[in-house]
């Protein structure tokens, strides 16, 4: 039987290779967005102070860019735990704007990084990439166009953010998430299937109606 390909809804951006959760960054970036209250204005001023301490215009242009796609997809409430959280949710919830950012992200968080959790497996490694990355490409033509060297940092920088989201170790052992009672309130009440992007069990959600 020959299969057919169809397109997908969405295509994968695979953007996100500039860097990784790109923490500290995000975190005055939102500052800032907080106290003007506009994207556009916040962007600006991010580059003309050197918000991100980069070595040029062109660069802190490309990064705010980037950071505010991101934080975009946060509301009000997430925003401000972004800017006043623990250290451990501000991971989180940078985690949860790249997930919301890209579908790539999302598919592999739900379906790779979850799925070997509940399985009781407990390390991620190049392999568990490359199974996913195949899989997909069959139904997604722009990721067969990539180049291997593009690809490649794809995973580098897939599985740095994991490690800065606190969510992979430096062995590449997944650590299961942790969301403070805060942050359960903020997100995952309101929007259960996100909790489909971390290593958790349903039991931990219940914190929140405490």
Same mark, same amino acid.
Not at 36 to 61: D, H, I, P
Not at 139 to 145: C, K, N, P, R
Not at 171 to 191: C, D, G, K
């Given at each position: 039987?020959? /299969?057919?390909?169809?397109?997908?809804?969405? /295509?994968?951006?695979?953007?996100?290779?500039?860097?990784?959760?790109?923490?500290?960054?995000?975190?005055?970036?939102?500052?800032?967005?907080?106290? &003007?209250?506009? +994207? /556009?204005?916040?962007?600006? *001023?991010?580059?003309?102070?050197? @918000?991100?301490?980069? !070595?040029?215009?062109?660069?802190?242009?490309? @990064?705010?860019?980037?950071?505010?796609?991101?934080?975009?997809?946060?509301?009000?409430?997430?925003?401000?735990?972004?800017?006043?959280?623990?250290?451990?949710?501000?991971?989180?919830? *940078? +985690? @949860?704007?790249?997930?919301?950012?890209?579908?790539?992200?999302?598919?592999?968080?739900?379906?790779? @990084?979850?799925?070997?959790?509940?399985?009781?497996?407990?390390? *991620?490694?190049?392999?568990?990439?490359?199974?996913?990355?195949?899989?997909?490409?069959?139904?997604?033509?722009?990721?067969?166009?990539?180049?291997?060297?593009?690809?490649? /940092?794809?995973? !580098?920088?897939?599985?740095?953010?994991?490690?800065?989201?606190? *969510?992979?170790?430096?062995?590449?052992?997944?650590?299961?998430?942790?969301?403070?009672?805060? &942050?359960?309130?903020?997100?995952?009440?309101?929007?259960?299937?996100?909790?489909?992007?971390?290593?958790?069990?349903?039991?931990?959600?219940?914190?929140?109606?405490?």
């Amino acid at each position: 039987m020959i /299969k057919v390909k169809t397109t997908p809804t969405k /295509k994968y951006a695979f953007s996100f290779v500039i860097g990784g959760l790109l923490y500290q960054e995000s975190v005055r970036f939102a500052a800032l967005f907080v106290e &003007l209250g506009n +994207w /556009k204005r916040a962007r600006e *001023l991010a580059v003309e102070q050197n @918000l991100l301490q980069t !070595r040029t215009a062109k660069t802190s242009e490309r @990064l705010c860019r980037e950071i505010c796609s991101r934080l975009k997809t946060l509301n009000e409430k997430e925003l401000k735990l972004l800017v006043d959280g623990t250290v451990r949710d501000r991971g989180y919830i *940078l +985690w @949860l704007a790249v997930c919301r950012r890209y579908k790539f992200i999302r598919d592999f968080a739900v379906e790779i @990084l979850r799925e070997k959790f509940l399985n009781l497996e407990t390390e *991620l490694d190049r392999k568990d990439f490359e199974v996913f990355f195949a899989r997909k490409a069959e139904w997604h033509d722009e990721l067969e166009a990539l180049k291997p060297m593009t690809k490649a /940092k794809g995973r !580098r920088t897939l599985f740095k953010m994991l490690r800065e989201a606190d *969510l992979l170790s430096p062995e590449n052992r997944i650590y299961p998430a942790m969301p403070s009672a805060s &942050l359960i309130n903020a997100v995952f009440q309101e929007r259960h299937k996100e909790a489909l992007f971390f290593p958790l069990l349903k039991s931990q959600l219940e914190v929140g109606n405490c």
